[in-house]
């Protein structure tokens, strides 16, 4: 059975940065492209962020390029978002996600709040 | 960029009874789309992929059409547990670009 666990989320002040993680379980985890992708409270899902199966290739929305950046280690099974520069309108839970081209897999999400 | 607009917004249906969704590409997404279900409180779930195949576990009450720009999701009797939200996501352009609907809500009426 495939698990994502995300982690990291808290509240953090505008201008701040964060790490989450998504520990990976069930699925040969090196073979699979993954994602980030959030919701603000009330509000849809927007694709934030996608990494390909070697971690070589990375993709950003345009509402993060320049302040976020992920990441992934295979020999952890983990993927990973640094999250720099917060802002405000950044407050959303994070789900990560396993990818064809649609996410067939996702985590339970962890909350980021950004403010002061 | 490819929007994706979904009607209606709430959708309010009796138990047991029909429920069609909708969901428009502002381009042709060929038949790149899925669905998605989400309930308070939870991750969304995978229901649909390439517009009609159903993802591993989905019940045959729920089934996906449509291609180019128009798609439905039809739930073909409601069950208690099918009230949530639902989302069409487009990834005719990945890697990297996929957007999603605002969503339509399935409401008990």
């Known amino acids: 059975e495939v698990q994502l666990v995300e982690s990291g989320g808290h509240l953090i002040q505008p201008g701040g940065s964060l790490r989450l993680s998504c520990a990976a379980s069930g699925f040969t985890f090196s073979s699979y492209a993954m994602s980030w992708v959030r919701q603000a409270p009330g509000k849809g899902l927007e694709w934030v962020s996608a990494?390909?199966?070697?971690?070589?290739?990375?993709y950003y929305a345009d509402s993060v390029k320049g302040r976020f950046a992920i990441s992934r280690d295979n020999s952890k099974n983990t993927l990973f978002l640094q999250m720099n520069s917060l802002r405000v309108d950044d407050t959303a839970v994070y789900y990560c996600?396993?990818?064809?081209?649609?996410?067939?897999?996702w985590g339970q999400g962890t909350l980021v709040t950004v403010s002061s | 960029e490819i929007v994706m607009t979904q009607s209606p917004a709430t959708l309010s249906v009796s138990p047991g009874e029909r429920a069609t969704l909708s969901c428009r590409a502002s381009q042709s997404v060929s038949n790149n789309l899925a669905w998605y279900q989400q309930k308070p409180g939870q991750a969304p779930r995978l229901l649909i992929y390439?517009?009609?195949t159903r993802a591993t576990g989905i019940p045959a009450r729920f089934s996906g059409s449509g291609s180019g720009t128009e798609f439905t999701l039809t739930i073909s009797s409601l069950q208690s547990e099918d009230f949530a939200v639902y989302y069409c996501?487009?990834?005719?352009?990945?890697?990297?670009?996929?957007?999603f609907g605002p969503g339509t809500k399935v409401d008990i009426e």
């Open positions: 996600a396993k990818v064809y081209a649609w996410f067939d897999s």
């Open positions: 390439g517009a009609s």
């Open positions: 990494v390909g199966a070697t971690g070589g290739d990375t």
């Open positions: 996501q487009q990834y005719d352009n990945w890697p990297p670009l996929v957007t």
